[in-house]
């Protein structure tokens, strides 16, 4: 078993293992911290900044990413302290000029009493994507094959198919879709055929033989197939009916 | 070129040879031919010194050298003659045989081609004696003079790798560690972390390989000073390299140069090679048995790389986007191993500290900030150009009498320091002592060493303005924050210079600036609203005016003002006709005043520059 550290959240004292982040320990006593960029499968990125909190350290305060910060022995953390709290509504202020229509981002907002963003209408973007990386991070982190990833710079960045054609290494397995926080992904299966928008592809949906639920993308299943080595035809009957 | 020098002693031999060469009775001259002098024409001026020595036969009695950037780029091209220090400016090919046969032959001074102090207009002859020199301290840019940089026995004839030489042979690494740290460096790159301590936490880190890294990534617009440093004496931040790679337990290290550089990657790649040649770098160097090898890698043109983890992220070949430093990169860098990485200035210290001693280093600057500081020194002061001056000196000694005042005898008005994320401090804060904590207390930075002066023709909101819209492009874009906080603002202050602008946006953009400041990821986006925090807090007056006044006072910002011909001041010379680029501004016969269109009026200020008589005006 590793070293174990013991810290303070908002006074309580915690036990938690040392290397563990501050929002993981947190939420695993059931401690709201509030996150978009970040997903357990995936290596933390601090891109949203959301789960900031404030540290006291050698009797120093100052402001981190609870997502990206180890846990150390006699750390003090305050999850919503002024200044956390302040900088959090700034950061909703900013998402919310961009994602102005969003749901997930709405709800944020009014769960910090903003009614509307201090910026100018005019200014304002229907964006759903935050560009916080999670669609690209899943593809290369979880699933494998990096198909997409996120392409330029500043204000322009964002997740994008090589070129911007049609992803020839995605398998449609959708794990961006399920990864996004804001929906900003849209995918859809229809008439045999599955389609992530996104990214330019459409891809022909396995049919179980048994049911004839069409239940997942030839490709993924080709893909899975092959990486475990399973024999041909193993993927012919859905998990319903197998 | 001599072989492989296998030990001190040989390497001291060769000194001593090639010092002796340096005790003639021949005269020298030496041109600078850096990047600022290049575009004032300093190529054609050496090659009419080749041509001249050689068809006058004068190979024997003169010594000609081809240096780095002497600093003073303003009166380029430069050259000095020796004996005499004769400092010479503005030189033209055509110059060049006069000064062959007046100064180098007959030891005559060529008054047409000296520096002239600009109020008393007396001529000033000795290099040493010009105010841009004399109220410097060039421990680091001094040698420039003195060196081809392109030649390593220049640089060993000057004492070049004694420091190594002492490093490896005289001391423990700890213990040069230790003197590093004594000697109080601090990092100038702009963070202004102690450079020993830096050091000792590398090499304490775990871990068998480790890494040291030079950050030649210098992007600030107006800054120079690695530049100068790395073209103008390569020799000199490899050597401080080697000596921190056995200091620090490194065997590999990596110079990253921004491609922009083109004259700096060829110089310091030219330097390795022949470092290499003479068993300086690479397996058992100078006999010592450390071996250590370096790189060049080329940046591709991003700000954001010269942040110390976009910076590796770069070198291991991927996107250049920093990473949180909560651990850091002197335990986990480059390919998640220790490493240590400093900036150009800073590994050029390094020679210096080891050959001198901490004490002597310490005795320059002020007790917590030791050393000299190169600054680049641009905008409307007289004399621009690289300036390295002791740690704590005063704003006003550096813009006033290194650089001369400011130009066209207009008044100062704020001067930026650190770069497109420095502040901008008010006259009132000429007296401050320059260093790392009394810039940072003032809501600036030292930076890497930009200071950029700005005269009452400059808007504050609108220079607010143009580093956002700087830093907006150089974003990474990786954090909320950064990416949307500098876009928001800058958006923000486009409305105020329009004219468009609300009492309502000053708190505002207090607000974003301080989110920025707790919440970002990197350095990049925490400083970034430095500019806009410093403007208002120093001439929150302007920004008043251009709110609630429509008033640009500076007359910079388009929208809020208009261009107007003073009759009684115009003689109809015909000069802003011509020059008008949207035919706004017509003759209406003999000595008649123009008449000036403002529905066609562009503002683009053509007028008002060609005009000698001062009747264009600007409300």
Redesign the interface.
Known sequence: MSELVTLSINGNKYTAEKGQYILQVARAHGIKIPSLCNLDAVEPYGACRLCIVEITRENRKRIVTSCLFPVEEGLIVETDSPRVIGNRKMLLDLLLARCSENKVIRQLADEYGIEKSSFEKEYWTKENCIVCGLCARVCEQVVGVSAISLVNRGITKGPASPYLESAKACIGCGSCFYACPTGAIKMEDKEGYRYIYNWRIKYKLQKCTICGIEWAPEKQLEYIRKKWNLPKGFFDVCPNCR | MPGKLKSPKELEALHKKLAKGLETDKARVSVCNGTACRPYGSNPVVEAFKAAIDKKGLADKVEFKVTGCHGFCERGPIAIVEPGNIFYQKIKPEDVPEILDKTVLNKQVISRLLFKEPITKAEITAQADLPFYKNQRRIILGNNVRIDPTNIEDYISIGGYSALAKALFDYQPTQIIDIVKQSGLRGRGGGGFTTGVKWESCRNAHGDIKYVIVNADEGDPGAYANEGLLTGNPHSVLEGLIIGAFAIGSHQGYIYVRNEYPLALKNITNAMEQARKLGLLGKNILGSGFDFDVRVNRGGG?F?CGESTALMASLEGK?GEP??K??HTVEKGLWDRPSDLNNVETWANIPLIINNGADWFKKIGTPTNTGTKIFSLTGKVNNTGLVEVPMGIQLRDIIFNIGGGIREGKKFKAVQTGGPSGGCLPESMLDMPVDFDALTKVGSMMGSGGMIVMDENNCMVDIAKYYLSFL??????????C???I??MR??LN?ITSGAGKESDLP?LE??G??LR????CQLGGSAPNPVLTTMQYFREEYIEHIKLKKCRAGVCKDLITFSITEEKCPDCGMCVKACPAEAITAVGKRKPVVLDQAKCIKCRTCYEVCKLGAVKIE
């Open positions: 991003a954001i996107v990473r949180a909560y651990t907006e492009e150089e974003s990474c874009g990786k954090c909320v924050p990416r949307e906080g876009k928001r958006q923000i409305d505002l607000e974003v301080h989110c707790d919440s970002a990821l």
